[in-house]
Structure formats: structure tokens, C-alpha cells
């Protein structure tokens, strides 16, 4: 049996590379604000294809402005193991979600390079575009270009609030790559992460072996009602839809709340139009987000919110749009790729337990194309998609040790 004890990473390099890192779109609390595409999106994707090409990597973009750092292997004929994660944020993100997995990829690289070990596999870290679907909805929809989920077209054509589509944003940033998007041999691909969630830092453990990830549903609504006067419209005769809204936002709560343990439901975002103190809102346009490990559970959701829907809009006398903007089922990873995990978490001597990831990850999406599992580090009070996310550094130095092995499990295997 090889001396395997110095397959290890160096942790205050993988720190401060976060540390550099958080400094591109950083916020007063602490957080980081690095929307996809925006200059900040570049700043980082430059800092990081930077710090790549120091690392002795080839560069390629895709279409959809997925990035792919290749370290070459003995033979650069086979599929490579792929790695990564993403780097934009929500609008109050934090320092952790996506740009760990990315940079516990490129350490992965740098310590190879000190141990002076060459791989039979090329080894490649990707930076996913657009993961957290916060600028542009869907969430994942670059990663979901590359396994075939999702047109290019459709990618592409993406637009945020203002009208500016991903496709204009990417040439904007100088990220419109001229690869294809996918259709390519992918060995394996793992993805480190937060957990972003209480579990592991509760149950006082450091790696989290993922082996599923709940599906999701998404819903963008539009409520319509009558503009009319705060003063002189009775109250039995109002078209309120603000009102809607809000029994609505009950209604998703109650079906979150009657799917427990591990069902979630929220409504995200609301707009009320004309938004005018004096005025009974005419049109509301809210969103809907409904996660559960289990399909059928999923669909029985959906089946209760549209009804639900249905009879308070016909109660208030309100028109309503539903449309389902995003959906994938429950995912299932590769149990080859867990049991490289499981082996690496042994190997390295870490506490440890298996787990359905909450959140959605672009490695849902990759797992339809290449063998695919996570590997989760805790975060204190498991809290994410939050200025306060925060880890320890250790737990930092453990899932970059274990994405090490894990990596090494796939990229050494020629069959
Ligand atoms: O919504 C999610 O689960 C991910 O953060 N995009
Ligand atoms: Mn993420
Ligand atoms: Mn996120």
C-alpha cells in the first residue's frame, strides 16, 4: 500500500485564496455581493483563471461561460475528472457558497504540483455560470446547458430585471466562450460545499457524504385584481390582490409545514403594483419554491398549492397566472463516486455522516451526464444565502483534503 500520508492540501493557501476572493464584490456585513455576470462576476472569474494559468493550467470557455481549468494527466486522451463549483452569489450571499468547491478544486491543483504527482487523468476545476439563478432565473441553467437539460438557445436567452439577457451579458464580460456546451466524456465529477444547513455542525461532524439532493419545483405567479381607491371602495367589494398574496403565502407555508419533516416551501419575492399607499393593489407578482426528496411528494404539492391558489383567487375574485419556471426531480449520485468519498473521509480519519443535500447544486444537473457526488463541510449555525455564513477553517482544510482523495480515487482508474 502506497505511504498515502502526504496527500494533503495546504490549508492557509486554500484560506486565503477564499480571503482574496471575498474581497471582489465584499459588503459592509461581511457577505459578498458578485451577481453572475456582472463586472464583479468577471473580476473573480479573472482572478481565478489568474491564478489557474500560475498553477500551470490550460484555460477553456464555453459557450454558456463555464469555465474548465485543465491540469494534464499521463494521458490526455481520457476523460477527465472534473471538479468545481460556482462564484457568483446571491445579492446577499456570503463568502463560502460556490466559491469553496471552486477554490478547494484549484488547491486540489496546487497541491498536486508541490507533491510533483501526475495523474493518469487530466484533472479539470470548473466554474459553473450562473448557479445561483438569482440575476437570471433558473438557478444552474449553465450546468444544466451542459448536461443537456436546457437549449443553449434557452441559456442563453435567460434575462434579468432589466431586460439584459446572458447571452449579451456574457459577450458584455468577455466570458461568450467558443466551446461547445457539453456533449463531452466526463470520468467523474465531485463537488465540494457547504452544507448550508445545521446538520454536520450539530451532530459535531466534519464531512458530509452526500448521496442525494432533494428535487425542486419553482413558480413565478401573477395575481390580478382592480386597482381602486384606499377611501371609498368598500371592503366587500375590493379585487385586493395583495390580499391574495397573502393568504397565498400561508397557503405555501401550511403545505411546507404538512410535509415535515423535510419538505420546504417558501415564497422568496414579491412585487405589488403600484406599490402606492392609497391604493388597493391591482397586480401582485410573487415566486414560489418548493423542495422535497421525494417525487411523489413534490407533485402532491404542487397538486395542493394549485388548488389552494385556485380557491382563494376565486374567493377574492382575482385572475392568476401559475408557471412553473424550474423543476427537477430527486436526485440519486453515483454510488462509485460516494464510495470514493466514504474512502477518502476513512482514509483521512474525519467524523463523518451521509446525507440529502437541501439545496440545489450544479452537480444535480452534472450527475445526468458523469458520474457525480458532493462532498458537504459544515458552516456555522448552519446559515447560508446570508452576509454572516462563516466557517472554520478547518473544516475548510478536511473537505479539500477529502475532495483530494477523491479525486485521486477516479483520476488514477484508466477503465
Ligand atoms: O437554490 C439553491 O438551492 C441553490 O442555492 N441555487
Ligand atoms: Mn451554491
Ligand atoms: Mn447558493
Known amino acids: 500500500m502506497a505511504d498515502t500520508s502526504n496527500l494533503k492540501v495546504r ?32 473580476q473573480g472569474r479573472d482572478l481565478f483563471v489568474g ?34 463549483s460556482h462564484l457568483d452569489t446571491q445579492p446577499t450571499g456570503g463568502r463560502f457558497d460556490g466559491v469553496f468547491g471552486v477554490l478547494a478544486g484549484l488547491e486540489v ?18 466554474v459553473w455560470t450562473n448557479e445561483e439563478g438569482s440575476r437570471f432565473p433558473p438557478a444552474m441553467v449553465a450546468s ?9 438557445e434557452y441559456g442563453l436567452s435567460r434575462a ?45 461532524k466534519t464531512i458530509g457524504i452526500v448521496t442525494d439532493a432533494q428535487g425542486q419545483r419553482w413558480y413565478e405567479l401573477t395575481l390580478t385584481g382592480v386597482e381602486s381607491h384606499a377611501g371609498p371602495t368598500p ?12 393568504r397565498i403565502i400561508q397557503l405555501v407555508n401550511q403545505v411546507g409545514l404538512d410535509n415535515a419533516p423535510v419538505a420546504c416551501a417558501t415564497v422568496g419575492m414579491i ?8 391604493v388597493i393593489p391591482g397586480r401582485v407578482f410573487l415566486t414560489i419554491d418548493f423542495r422535497h426528496p421525494d417525487d411523489a411528494v413534490l407533485a402532491r404539492m404542487d397538486a395542493t398549492m394549485r388548488a389552494g391558489v385556485k380557491a382563494i383567487c376565486d374567493d377574492i375574485g382575482l385572475g392568476c397566472e401559475i408557471e412553473q419556471i424550474f423543476y427537477y426531480a430527486p436526485i440519486h449520485f ?80 484508466v477503465a
Open 109 to 126: 491543483v496546487r497541491s498536486l504540483n508541490d507533491l510533483g504527482y501526475e495523474t493518469e487523468r487530466p484533472i479539470e476545476v470548473a
Open 51 to 84: 491564478w489557474c494559468r500560475d498553477a500551470g493550467c490550460t484555460i477553456k470557455v464555453d459557450k454558456m461561460g463555464n469555465i474548465f481549468a485543465r491540469r494534464p494527466g499521463r494521458n490526455n486522451d481520457l476523460a477527465p475528472v472534473i471538479t468545481g
Open 11 to 42: 490549508g492557509e493557501r486554500l484560506w486565503e485564496s477564499l480571503a482574496e476572493m471575498a474581497k471582489i464584490g465584499a459588503t459592509e456585513k461581511g457577505g459578498c455581493c458578485r451577481l453572475a455576470l456582472t463586472d464583479l462576476d468577471k
Open 271 to 278: 412585487n405589488s403594483y403600484p406599490n402606492s399607499r392609497n
Open 334 to 413: 453515483d454510488e462509485s463516486c460516494i464510495q470514493s468519498v466514504r474512502e477518502a473521509t476513512r482514509d483521512c480519519g474525519f467524523s463523518s455522516r451521509e446525507m440529502v443535500s437541501g439545496a440545489g447544486h450544479d452537480a444535480c444537473y452534472v450527475a445526468a451526464v458523469a458520474p457525480t457526488s458532493m462532498i458537504f463541510i459544515p458552516c456555522i449555525d448552519g446559515i447560508s444565502h446570508n452576509e454572516v455564513e462563516d466557517v472554520k477553517p478547518e473544516w475548510i482544510t478536511a473537505g479539500a483534503d477529502v475532495l483530494l482523495r477523491a479525486i485521486l480515487d477516479k483520476a488514477e482508474h
Open 235 to 246: 371592503m366587500a367589494s375590493r379585487k385586493d390582490a395583495l390580499l391574495g398574496a397573502a
Open 144 to 152: 444544466g446547458v451542459f448536461s443537456g437539460e436546457f437549449s443553449l
Open 160 to 204: 434579468d430585471p432589466d431586460g439584459k439577457t446572458m447571452g449579451e451579458e456574457l459577450a458584455r464580460i468577455g466570458y461568450a466562450g467558443a466551446e461547445d456546451v457539453g456533449g463531452r466524456d466526463v470520468h467523474a465529477y465531485f463537488e465540494a460545499h457547504i452544507e448550508q444547513g445545521p446538520i454536520l455542525e450539530d451532530e459535531e
